[in-house]
Every structure is written in structure tokens, then in C-alpha cells.
């Protein structure tokens, strides 16, 4: 990651839902961005245009005013994604890079649809609007590749991936795995309840040590590391691993609900 934006560059996005409004916000919030030289394309009203409209982006300009964007961001539906992107793809420059951000269309499928242009495949997650996110990507061209990494870089660590479908167990460890974290929090406060906690506090409590956990791996330092420095030998939390571990319970949990992800994705993709 780095601290500041640093693509020169116009940017236009192409929805601005749950994740694009996530973009935006990072963007935003990110020094060194400048709000006016990001054009949005977006048929409803979110808190996220109207933050960027204030801040000086366009909303809703015009296919030519998109002629010179120098990356397109595809933040659609996957569904509707061909539809929305028509319009804009003869307008924009032989040399525009196309960045996707949606689940299951394959990159070649989007290069088709823009004429042949770069095209990088990136599946960020949505702490991207907080500069707290991670996104994986993939890109056979190596200016798509460079550019997608500047855009999301200042808001996500980019992590870069040797194959195309490899963004299925992504989104799998990284992607989906937030709402699994979350899943087992509220399952750790569900337990403290079990065991005499009233709910609230039993719920500040896990919360708590969700920010701990991330707070003790922002260093860098190994998660076998982070683990030992917690779980001393003979102690509380040795014996709560135990009970996790047994029978390969957290490893078969965690394998089963990553395998769902990738063979949704697989299957969206088809």
C-alpha cells in the first residue's frame, strides 16, 4: 500500500453500488486524490456520488466526455454489465485501460466487449473505504496490470496473481472471508452470553477482540507468530485452541466455507 494517490490520470466508474461506493469513499479519502478528475456513471443517487459530486466529480457525464479517461472502472452487476458498458466502449481511447471489479466475467470477455483495450481484473474488498482493504489482481497486460495497482493501491494492498482463476479462491480467503470473520465474532459472543455475559457486553467484548487480532498482525509478523505471542503453554488460551483444533474443526470449517465461495464463483462465471 501507499500512503498517497499517485495515478495522473482521469478516472471513470461505472457503478456505484455497495462496492463502487466503497471505491469512492477510499478514493476520497486518500491524499493526493483529486475528486475532479473522477467521472461517475450511476442511475441513483448514493451518499457516495452525492460526497463525490461535492467534491468536484462528474455524475452522469455524457459518452463523450468519457473520450479522455485514461482507466474505466467496472463496478457492475454482473447481470446488466454488457448493457451498461455499451455505450462507453467506442468513446474511449484505443489506449484506455479497463479495470473490473465484478465477480464471474472473465477478463477476456470484457476485452472482447472493449475492443481489444487492456483489461485488468481486481477483486478488492469493501474496507477499500475505509484504506484498510485488499484486492487481487490479474492482468495479462502489464500497463492494465501497473495501472490497476496505482488505482487501488493508496486504499488496498494489491496482491497480484499469476492466473485468471485464481480470483475465485481470492475472493474466497479475501473477498468472502470478512462476513466468515464476522460470522465466527458473533459466534465468540453468542459463547460469552453461554457463559453468564449479558449480550451487550459480550458483543463489545468480541468486537474488542476483533480490533486486537487485526491490530497484532498490522506489522507484518507471521499469523504463527501472532498466535504464539497469545497462547502460552498450559494457559486459557492454549486450551480454547485445543478445543478449536480438535478433530480439525477450525481447518474444516474454514475449508468448507472458502470451497462454497470459489465453486459459487465458478459457477457465476460460466
Do not use: H
Amino acid at each position: 500500500m501507499t500512503d498517497t494517490f499517485t495515478l495522473d490520470t482521469d478516472i471513470a466508474l461505472i457503478g456505484c453500488g455497495r462496492l463502487g461506493s466503497a471505491l469512492v469513499e477510499g478514493w476520497l479519502a486518500t491524499p493526493g486524490f483529486k475528486a475532479d478528475r473522477l467521472k461517475i456513471i450511476e442511475q441513483y443517487e448514493t451518499p457516495a456520488t452525492e460526497q463525490a459530486k461535492a467534491a468536484g466529480a462528474a455524475i452522469n457525464p455524457s459518452p463523450d466526455q468519457l473520450k479522455g479517461v485514461g482507466i474505466l472502472v467496472l463496478a457492475i452487476k454482473p447481470a446488466v454489465w454488457r448493457e451498461a458498458l455499451q455505450p462507453f466502449a467506442d468513446v474511449i481511447a484505443d489506449d484506455t485501460v479497463v479495470a473490473s471489479v465484478m465477480a464471474g466475467v472473465r477478463l477476456e470477455d470484457i476485452q472482447k466487449a472493449v475492443g481489444g483495450r487492456p483489461v485488468a481484473r481486481l477483486m478488492p474488498t469493501t474496507a477499500v473505504a475505509q484504506r484498510q482493504g485488499v484486492a487481487g489482481l490479474y492482468a495479462s497486460d502489464g500497463k492494465a496490470r501497473a495501472m490497476a495497482t496505482a488505482l487501488f493501491e493508496g486504499m488496498a494492498d494489491v496482491v497480484p496473481l499469476e492466473a485468471e482463476d485464481l480470483l475465485d479462491p481470492a475472493t474466497g480467503v479475501a473477498g468472502s472471508a470478512p462476513a466468515f470473520v464476522y460470522a465466527f465474532i458473533q459466534a465468540l459472543a453468542k459463547a460469552g452470553e453461554a457463559e453468564g455475559l449479558k449480550p451487550d457486553a459480550a458483543v463489545r467484548l468480541a468486537r474488542g477482540a476483533l480490533r486486537s487480532a487485526a491490530a497484532g498482525v498490522s506489522g507484518g509478523q507471521s499469523l504463527e507468530d501472532a498466535i504464539a505471542r497469545i497462547a502460552s503453554k498450559g494457559g486459557t488460551t492454549r486450551a480454547g485452541l485445543d478445543a478449536l483444533e480438535a478433530d480439525g474443526g477450525a481447518a474444516r470449517a474454514a475449508t468448507a466455507a472458502v470451497s462454497a465461495a470459489v465453486a459459487k464463483a465458478r459457477e457465476l462465471s460460466r
